[in-house]
């Protein structure tokens, strides 16, 4: 097939570009290269999409397949109206943050979506589900609904760039203090590996699958996300939980970011990381183990620094201070 990756130099589209080399298409990458370079064996359209539809003038001619990662709506609308009408089969990875309601456990894939980004407002992260929702309708009606729509869960696994998921395992891999973790109880975690999300990618491209999948893990519980976590670094320190009430009069934020403890989530959330995979599941999507995810994980993160500086976590400066409060008698 020949496939157009619009990006191909980051995480996720890269592992895209990377497995559709390796299984034989004729792969182009269009991307500017500010992050990386993509894989070898893909041709590299040097491009900046901030120019509208001149940046595809290197890309002319038909297309067995694209596949769009964009999170802001106005060069995604610049993609489609250039390439969409000489486009077989159309994949735009979105988000489950494009759902409206996150406190109901296992919805599907026709829960309420958010409402789309208004035309002419700037895309920035408080409103990335809203960016989201309105690429999926441009997509729809560019494509006469004909396309595939990944709503992705938490991407995890080697390379992640936003330490959300490789926090807990290097936490503990650094074997160092008491870990303090959130009161989650049996809360779930879901997430799905990288090398998972873009074979179930590039399979549905492979098929011309079309509608909307919701491409996330399968749930694992918080306790046993920790405890595997433990085991697989071999640590040998405990750990120190805190309440909901308690993290937050400290100024601790949920999910993740500088100052965050990665994967807690604030309440009415009970179903962010708990959606129903069975659709995806059922038209081909595989995941592999999430033992062999974390093991990975934490493989990438001693190759990278135990210790680097993180995109989401605590400091060892301030999550040694909290410990401190809590192991004084401060109230939990």
Known sequence: MRILILGGTAFLSK??????????????CLARGTSDEPPRGATWVRADRST????????AGAWDAVIEVARDPEPARQALAALADRTRHWTFVSSCSAYADHSVPDAAEDAALLPALTPGTASTPENYGESKVAIEKATLAATNGNAHLCRAGLVSGPGDPTDRYGYWP????????????????????QAIDVRDLAAWILLATERGTTGPFNASGDQ??????????????????????????WLVEQ????WSGPGSLPLWLPPHHEGFMARSNRAAKAAGMVLRPW??????TLGDERVRGLDRPRKAGLQPATEERLVGLLQG????
């Open 170 to 189: 290097a936490r503990f891999g650094r074997n160092s203090g008491p870990v303090l973790i959130p009161d989650t109880g049996r809360h779930p975690t």
């Open 52 to 59: 509208g539809q001149a940046a595809y003038a290197e890309v």
């Open 220 to 245: 694992v519980a918080f306790a046993d996300l920790l405890s595997a976590c433990c085991e697989a670094s071999a640590a040998h320190t405990s750990t120190i939980s805190a309440s909901e009430e």
């Open 291 to 296: 033992q062999e995810t974390l093991s990975d």
């Open 329 to 332: 008698g401060g109230p939990t």
């Open 15 to 28: 592992e895209i570009a990377t497995q559709a080399v390796a299984a034989g298409h004729d792969v182009t």
């Open 251 to 254: 100024g601790i934020t949920y």
